[in-house]
DNA sequence: ACACTATTGCAAATCGTTTGCAATAAACCA
DNA sequence: TGGTTTATTGCAAACGATTTGCAATAGTGT
């Protein structure tokens, strides 16, 4: 059987931990895989409904968090108002990564610069003697149009 | 009537647009005001019940809702996970201000940071070419430990 | 003071997500 | 290969945060 990175990392989880490998779990790790919007629970539902219709929400929900648990996705949520989840899939030789929230269309584009580690660097510092805190982590999130969203508009 | 900035700001909106100033809304206002650490509306009903029991948890998110509508508060949600909004009172005076979340007490701190608005500068132009998007916010968003909670830790 | 209608409290509805449970099906073993 | 074990599923009902319909209440301009 042909597998996608992310599968075969999880398969592997999978057995060293007792778990099994279902039909429902590869398809959903497939299209997370295949995806390159971070897609939310119901995205990821509509599309895989298409390839085994009897395929249950719930089951996407309990795979989604089976992953974040082994830190095989990571959640975000990029709208302030009425928001869901995105999952992002996570590589781990990927370093840093910041966000690109369409406003219009809720797609999200991944993109690193490397500038902004290094300002954070500082700023993290800075900020942390400042007002005695201690900072972890840092995410930038840049909102507006995507391109197509921009084209249309 | 001693009225803080922000109920004497909105007295004035509400009036222009034939709403009424209501004890409810003067309360809640009044707390947003005085609060530093930006309430979740359920903060927000708490407190305001100590002044009058009789106040309805939907009375907050209508005000916090009109609030928001005519921009004098912004939502924002730190947690990605199961995560309630913060608001925020907007200070049209104030330049962006960014935030640290404690993912400890769920307490909200902001800071402003004049390297990061140059940063975004070059940022902003550099990824909207490079992808062709339309960049028209950025919000940067520290997290870890606030200073209470660093010290009991 | 009166009338007009915006706003309230209450209860029920909503949205995204989670959970209990009996039925199903992977994985391990004879 | 078939049988056994138990992790996983589908379903329906529960969940927490937020929103809504409605009749009762109370600001505001006259």
């Known amino acids: 059987m042909i597998q996608t990175p992310l599968a075969a990392q999880v398969t592997q989880t999978l057995r060293a ?9 590869r398809l959903i790790l497939d299209l997370l895989q295949e995806s390159d919007s971070h897609p939310t629970a119901e995205e990821l539902y509509a599309l895989a409904r298409q390839s085994d219709p009897s395929l249950n929400l719930s089951t996407v929900y ?3 968090n089976w992953l974040e648990e082994r830190g095989f996705v990571s959640p975000r949520r990029f709208d302030d108002n009425h928001a869901h989840k995105h999952f992002d ?3 781990p030789d990927a370093g840093h990564v910041h966000h690109f929230h369409c406003r219009n269309c809720d797609r999200v584009i991944e993109f690193s610069a490397p500038q902004v580690e290094q300002l954070l660097g500082q700023i993290r510092g ?4 400042q007002h005695g805190l201690r900072v972890d982590d840092a995410a930038l999130v840049l909102s507006g149009l995507c391109m197509d969203c921009a084209a249309s508009a």
Chains 1, 2 share one sequence.
Do not use: N, W
Request: charged share 25%.
């Open 126 to 129: 800075e900020i942390a003697r």
């Open 17 to 25: 931990q007792g778990g099994r490998m279902t039909a429902q779990r």
């Open 62 to 64: 309990r795979t989604l």
């Open 89 to 91: 899939p996570v590589q």
